[in-house]
């Protein structure tokens, strides 16, 4: 057995040492926090330390259950997550199709590149323009008006937040995000398009039986991992595009917890519901991980 | 997977303080030092004192650090203290105070508002061990602090705990220099308008119906996504409440929102905004948005601060407009004539003040630094910088800053200027000075405004209470919700998206399911014990 450590040690010592960056990154960020959110159990309070503040069992989690913002947060966490996987996920696939049928190279690399950059601009900024364009003196209120509709401020309407939340955001990652379909496109086997040509399949019949199958684990393990972050938007883009005015469908779990903590400073009673949030994606990943198991051969683990 | 990024940090922090810091929980704080070496400033060369301060927007400008600006090199020179000044983000200074107190490592001195932003409040800051009773220091090494309180017992009753405890130095705004935000309208529309300067709710509203027909299509701006100037809406206190806690008539503490006024205030806010007289916009207007609006014409009227709106919209708007002149109005009232008894101005303590942490190395290098800006000499350095270089002294005996500031020729605003050679444009754990304030306001408009936005309002406004620490913990969490529900449904009553008829009873019902009883009675209890200090 030892001899065997070794050994392997000795044939695939750069490749451990290439994870290493990896597995600390995991162990620095992801593991030794989770110690610290035992405060969720607690009455954190700085001046005492970790170690002597009291515990309180689970009150930090009742009150955040027995809260009147309880249900609208989770409505609001789920109802935008899952418009964002529904108009979003598909999405990326279709522009990866598309880009993949281009034939001229350079037009391709263009549509290519110009998709994926908003992904690299600062959120802020992207915010800011959003923020710009649904004033109601802005670009869409111009277009709204040019089709002869009444101006409008757009960001103060609930019922226009969740459509302007997803659409910014396909637009944001759709190029991105394409790149992995992209990738796996590349790896399908071009002797069985000739088969299929010859078989007499048109575009769609190939689309259909060839390109679609070809990628389908990507796209299973893709929605298996964006199941599991169902739940965990990001607080970020939230605190800038919402306004008490829209909070009725903007404020979710991670910007209530970003107000709780950081702004009121209730450090345990932000933790715990924190903690609720990662509890519900835990399930969430493996409940998706379970069907995908039983119905296709694809899973995680 | 990827669990909230501020889960990880702020478990991070805790973790990381926990780890490095094993022996912090057992430090006792230092007892305060008897053998005092002081022979006067300079003070020998030492350890620097580390100063936790938000840097004034007119510092930031120019300067990345408060300790590189001309003001700061000579007070070195002057006081013998090097300061290391550590500063939070512009806009995240709650975050990174926050994240401060969950790392333990608190620096020397603090600058914030211990009596509203700490949690529990001060004297739960001391009971918690971050900050230090300023009792014993105050006698030993601040005589100058000592000397002015004991001059002005109002203020030295307002800057303690209950139980007599002082903890911060503090910013107290002086008589007269409260007064530096309110309403303001364009006084050449006016004078083309023919009307008269408005002080009525209905002269506001005639008025901004005939400009509104004179095609300036929303005549009334402000950033209303602030939360200052959303609780300061001056077409609010005209009906005699307030966005929060204020003192009622018979000397008890009320919570506006719920009130009949308030809902009056509501009704008509709504009625100018469905009218149009207010921004479309209103909820999602920024500070940019609301300047370009106010110098380009498109609207007319706005509530703001003397300083750095009013002092820079009108240079501004002369330039493409030479007749442009804003002028301040009084806070409105509901009757004709009437003197305004509801308003906003800066308290005289407002809670900001800096704190000596228990984590400061030398106690009374921290203290004597702060206690030089108290003493005479130090105060008019403080805001007005060296004699002959940054000001002079006329006949009279009044203060003017020098061409050096007045007509600099760098192309920095005057504020900023000012924030280079004194301290006196941001908060500044010092005493605020009229003589700054009056030659700050440059333009004849501002210098009126300080005068014509007094109102009574002191009597209302919410004094300096401090509640116990159990009490301040349960007021914390019933307001948070309420708030967050006060300020939705606030909105919404304004912009029309609720009736206003058909939702009030409910929406108070709800405040008070909420707990707004129990808060109430903790204020009240607290006011008490503030008024038998």
């Known amino acids: 057995m030892k001899q065997k450590i070794s050994q392997d040690w000795q044939r695939n010592k750069s490749l451990y040492l290439l994870v290493l960056p990896v597995v600390l990154f995991y162990v620095i960020f992801a593991y030794k926090p989770m110690y610290g959110a035992l405060i969720a159990f607690k009455d954190y309070s700085p001046a005492l330390g970790f170690s002597k503040s009291p515990w309180v069992g689970t009150e930090n989690f009742t009150r955040f259950f027995q809260s009147v913002y309880f249900w609208r947060l989770i409505k609001n966490t789920f109802l935008l997550s899952i418009y964002c996987l529904l108009w979003g996920f598909p999405a990326s696939i279709i522009l990866a199709l598309m880009i993949n049928n281009v034939k001229n190279k350079h037009l391709k690399k263009t549509v290519q590149t110009i998709s994926y950059l908003p992904h690299f601009i600062s959120l802020v900024v992207v915010c800011g323009m959003i923020a710009d364009f649904c004033v109601s003196t802005g670009l869409i209120n111009d277009v709204i008006a040019f089709f002869g509709g009444t101006r409008k401020p757009l960001l103060q309407d609930p019922a226009q937040y969740r459509k302007i939340y997803v659409i910014s955001q396909i637009w944001q990652q759709i190029g991105w995000e394409s790149i992995i379909y992209l990738a796996a496109l590349c790896n399908i086997d071009s002797q069985l398009y000739e088969a299929a040509r010859i078989d007499g399949a048109g575009k769609w019949k190939q689309l259909l039986h060839v390109t679609l199958p070809g990628i389908a684990p990507t796209i299973i393990i893709m929605l298996l991992l964006s199941i599991g972050r169902l739940m965990s938007l990001g607080y970020e883009k939230t605190i800038l595009l919402y306004n008490p005015a829209t909070y009725e469908t903007a404020d979710i779990i991670s910007s209530y917890v970003y107000r709780s903590g950081l702004i009121n400073q209730e450090w345990s009673y932000s933790t715990a519901v924190g903690l609720f949030n990662s509890v519900i994606n835990l399930g969430l990943l493996m409940l998706a991980n379970f069907l995908s198991r039983k119905f296709s051969d694809t899973s995680l683990w | ?533």
């Open chain 2, 1 to 533: 997977m990827r669990k909230t990024t501020l889960l990880v940090l702020m478990v991070l922090c805790v973790t990381s303080a926990l780890f490095a810091n094993g022996t912090k929980e057992t430090e006792v704080q230092q007892p305060v030092s008897t053998s005092s070496t002081f022979t006067g400033y300079p003070m020998e060369k030492d350890t620097p004192v580390s100063f936790w301060i938000k840097p004034g927007s007119s510092v930031t400008a120019n300067f990345s650090s408060m300790g590189d600006t001309p003001f700061y090199k000579e007070a070195l020179k002057r006081t013998g203290i090097d300061i290391d000044f550590q500063h939070p983000p512009i806009g995240q200074e709650n975050e990174q105070f926050s994240l401060i107190m969950a790392d333990g490592n608190y620096p020397d001195i603090m600058m914030y508002n211990w009596l509203s932003n700490y949690p529990g409040g001060p004297a739960k800051a001391i009971a918690d061990g971050v900050i230090m009773s300023l009792n014993d220091i105050f006698d030993k090494y601040c005589p100058n602090i000592k000397a002015y309180l004991a001059a002005h017992p109002d203020y030295d009753k307002a800057i303690k705990t209950d139980d007599g405890q002082y903890y911060c130095v503090p910013m107290i705004n002086t008589e007269g220099t409260g007064t530096f935000l309110g309403p303001m309208i364009r006084s050449d529309i006016l004078a083309h308008l023919g009307k008269e300067v408005p002080t009525t709710i209905d002269e506001w509203y005639d008025v901004l119906k005939a400009a509104q027909a004179s095609g300036i299509s929303h005549p009334l701006a402000s950033e209303f996504s602030q939360i200052d100037i959303r609780n300061w809406n001056p077409f609010m206190y005209a009906y005699k409440t307030d966005s929060s806690f204020f003192v009622a008539d018979d000397n008890t503490i009320h919570y506006g929102p719920i009130e009949e006024g308030y809902k009056e205030y509501l009704e008509n806010f709504a009625k100018w905004y469905r009218e149009g007289l207010v921004d479309p916009d209103l909820p999602s207007l920024t500070t940019d948005q609301v300047t370009e609006k106010m110098t380009s014409g498109k609207s007319i009227a706005a509530w703001a601060l003397v300083g750095g709106r009013m002092g820079s919209w009108i240079p501004a708007g002369q330039k493409t407009n030479p007749d442009y002149m804003l002028i301040a109005t009084p806070w409105p009232t509901l009757g004709k004539g009437e003197t305004p008894e509801y308003g906003w101005s800066a308290m005289p303590f407002s809670g900001n003040g800096a704190a000596i942490t228990t984590k400061c190395k030398n106690v009374e290098r921290a203290a004597r630094l702060l206690d030089y800006f108290w003493s005479n000499e130090g105060h008019d350095f403080a805001y007005f910088g060296t004699k002959d270089v940054t000001y002079t002294i006329d006949a009279d005996g009044n203060y003017h800053y020098t061409d050096l500031i007045t007509k600099n020729t760098k192309g920095w605003t005057l504020g900023q200027m000012i924030a280079a050679y004194t301290i006196a444009n941001y908060t500044t754990p010092t005493y605020a000075d009229i003589r700054y304030s009056k030659e700050y306001a440059s333009l004849p408009s501002q210098k009126e405004a300080y005068d014509i936005w007094r109102t009574n309002c002191l009597k209302h406004l919410l004094p300096p209470i401090t509640p116990s620490p159990d009490d301040s913990k349960t007021l914390a969490r019933i307001m948070n919700e309420i708030t967050t529900y006060q300020r939705e449904l606030s909105l919404k009553f304004i912009l029309g998206t609720e009736d206003i008829d058909k939702s009030w009873d409910t929406y108070v019902a709800n405040i008070k399911k909420m707990g707004i009883d129990q808060a109430l009675a903790i204020e009240n209890k607290a006011y008490d014990s503030y008024q038998n200090r």
